[in-house]
């Protein structure tokens, strides 16, 4: 194993005092700029920054962390990202956190309205945000910046707001690439239709939005045209979702490809199974378990994997390190690796949906 560096090691190869150094990893009294980026270079180049268990030991300082995203589900979207949170929960456990989570619907407006209204007034350390509605996490995040609480976001990025890191998918891009899928998979001649989800509070969720937008950006590239139908489906009322869906397939026959905006697409799929519908080719968003059991059995094409655990683990890493280092990242916003998965790589990917 490797020797540890220690401060006076730090001290030596930056040029300055050990005294030095342990004020700018404790953020104690004044350094100059000079000093603070040679020593800044050397954390970066051996690591030691990332070493954060011994700094966080010798702090003795608690923190705590308000993790305020959608219900999760174990197997769902929402529920991998708590893994990858917990997984550094885990990681860094000699750190003295305590973490509280702050969960709301992620289809109710004022469900999430609710959950963040008492955030600010508990005074976390820190809090991080999966950001479904725009409007309610600007409202939040407003009052975070004016107590000067650090957060960062996962699965999205809100404009107007001022966090210190993000980490998800770029989805516009996303959004492009479920439109390229599409144009592959069916004929040119065949109508397309967009699903998203139907919430109470009439807003559709901030990703969806911008995936929208990349999809009609992808088909306006092309040098021919494609029909494009937009529908919605309910998550809360599966019955309901069935007559809609049903509904609107026999008044657009010639729809022969669908995207599904989230991560819902085995509920159009289970629906169309049990019609006994063959020729309409999905696709979605999100290695659930549901998604994968459809991509094994064929009801639905492709999957877009956004690498949620990775985006919960990387949130927890960020928070860490500004709490104890008070460094701000200098590359905010972090796009995850983004995989499309097929029914011929899906069992590399078994490790992940299986758990």
Known sequence: MAKQVKIKDIAKMAGVSAGTVDRILHNR????????????????RTGYKYNIHTSAVSLKKAYRIIIAIPTAIKGEYWGNIQRGIEHAMEEYSDVAIDFEYAYYNQFDIYSCRDSFAGIPDKNPSAVIIGA??????????????????????????????????????????CGRIIGRMLNLFTPRDAELAVFGSRRTGNERASNSKTRMEGLKEYFGSLNYRREIKESKLSVLDPEESRKDI??????????????????????????????????????????????????????LSAIICQRPELQGFHAVKAIIRILLYNIPDKNIHHYMPTDIIIKENLPVYREIYAE
Not at 29 to 44: F, K, P, W, Y
Not at 263 to 291: E, P
């Open 132 to 173: 479904t509605f725009a409007s309610e996490t600007v409202t939040l995040c407003s009052r975070l910046d004016e107590k000067n609480i650090p957060y960062v976001f996962v699965d999205a990025v809100i404009e107007g707001t001022h966090p210190s890191a993000t980490f998800s998918s770029d989805q516009n891009a």
């Open 246 to 299: 049903l509904d609107f397939l026999e008044r657009n026959p010639r729809v022969k490809g669908i995207a599904v905006l989230n991560s819902r697409g085995y509920i159009l799929a289970d629906i169309l199974a049990a019609q006994q519908i063959k020729d309409i080719r999905i696709v979605t968003f999100d290695l659930t378990v549901n998604n994968s059991r459809c991509v094994e059995n064929g009801t």
């Open 29 to 44: 009294g004044n350094v100059s700029a000079a000093s603070r980026e040679a020593v800044e270079n050397v954390l970066a």
